[in-house]
């Protein structure tokens, strides 16, 4: 059995409460939101983020930071990428050496382009930061649905320890070196299913979504490769696997969001509507900027952002991308002569 903190009671990271309590470790859950913890301690649900799924009265709740993290085998960073930084600088001092972090969060930073394990190394560089991500909506996750994700982390030892801590009959980890092209797979798709959502909002049908979904990996690898990740993380579950049920299902704020643009609503009006933090705003500028930092062509998540920061009308902006310059699919497929 380990013992292990959960920072951030929203629906993922009650998922993975769950889960863990589950498997028979020991929950501690952290809230910077008092009345949140209050809440769940009342209800044992979050009836906003994680409604109709019950938390067992076994997960200890807290608002306090420092006895949430004392002494813990692992720490799982499951707050909102806009909030990352900011949790992680709250931890100095109140972590050993060598702390083993586990980032579940999806996003990268604006002003940085950091991805979230980055940020956390940059507030506490002496901690072992990790990854664990995949196609895995809370809300499936919290009722025991079979599903698959990957561990990424420095050494195979660290990333075989999550493996053991998370794998149960119902939630199969695979391990990765490749902890940046999961990092980035798991952020980018997110702008990737706000265009996906934008044609479901303009009636597109299946043709549509199909061409996003591949057009959209390939921007995502072709970008990934060239910061160093690996291909073949993006042929898997933390790229394209992440990326299909993200734009597919309507668990996903993104998708959900982007169907109100679609529909008229402003960037604005449709996070309101939502109700929860759709991450692939904040990732949107960041994902451009990797573009141009690494000479990358996005038109995809170019046209998102001319969406949402520039007042694009998103027909105009699916009228673009049909009308781009006729190029091949794949530079790896070409004629020889």
């Known amino acids: 059995m380990s013992d292990i903190t959960i920072l951030g009671a929203g629906g993922w990271g009650l998922g993975i409460a769950i889960l863990l309590n589950n498997n ?18 009342k209800d044992r649900e979050n009836k906003n983020s994680l409604p109709g799924i019950k ?36 931890l100095k001092g109140l972590v050993k050496e060598n702390q083993l972090i586990v980032n579940v969060a999806k996003g990268v930073e604006e002003n940085t382009l950091y991805t979230l394990t980055e940020v956390i190394k940059d507030e506490l560089p002496n901690a072992n930061v990790a990854v664990l991500s995949g196609p895995s909506h809370a809300e499936e996750v919290g ?69 996003l979904i591949t057009r959209g990996i390939n921007e995502i690898g072709r970008l ?35 169907i109100l643009i679609g529909k008229g609503y402003t960037m604005e009006e449709a996070m309101n509507e939502v109700h929860m933090v759709v991450e692939g705003v904040y990732s949107a500028k ?11 062509q996005l038109p995809i998540i170019e046209k998102v952002n001319e969406i949402l920061f520039e007042g694009l009308d998103a027909g105009q902006a699916v009228s ?10 794949s530079l790896g497929v070409l004629w020889q002569t």
């Open 24 to 41: 028979g470790h020991k929950v501690t859950m952290w809230s910077a939101l008092e009345n949140e913890i209050e809440m769940l301690k």
């Open 55 to 90: 938390i067992s009265e076994d997960i200890n709740l807290t608002s306090n930071l420092e006895q949430a993290v004392k002494d813990k085998d692992m720490i799982i960073m499951a707050v909102a990428s806009s909030y990352t930084r900011q949790t992680a600088a709250k």
């Open 143 to 211: 009722r025991g649905m079979p599903t698959t994700c990957v561990a990424g982390a420095d050494t195979k030892e660290t990333a075989e320890y999550i493996q053991n801590v998370f794998m149960s009959n119902c939630f199969r980890v695979y391990i990765s070196s490749d902890v940046l092209g999961i990092e980035l797979g798991g952020a980018l798709k997110n702008v990737i299913a706000l265009a996906a959502g934008i044609a479901d909002g303009l009636g597109y049908g299946d043709n549509t979504k199909a061409a």
């Open 224 to 258: 990934g490769v060239a910061m160093g990740g690996k291909i073949d993380t993006f042929a898997g579950l933390t790229g394209i696997g992440d990326l299909i049920v993200t734009c597919a299902s309507m668990h996903s704020r993104n998708r959900r969001a982007g």
């Open 286 to 296: 960041a994902a451009l900027a990797l573009g141009k930092k690494y000479n990358v």
């Open 320 to 329: 673009d991308l049909m009308l781009r310059n006729k190029t091949v699919e």
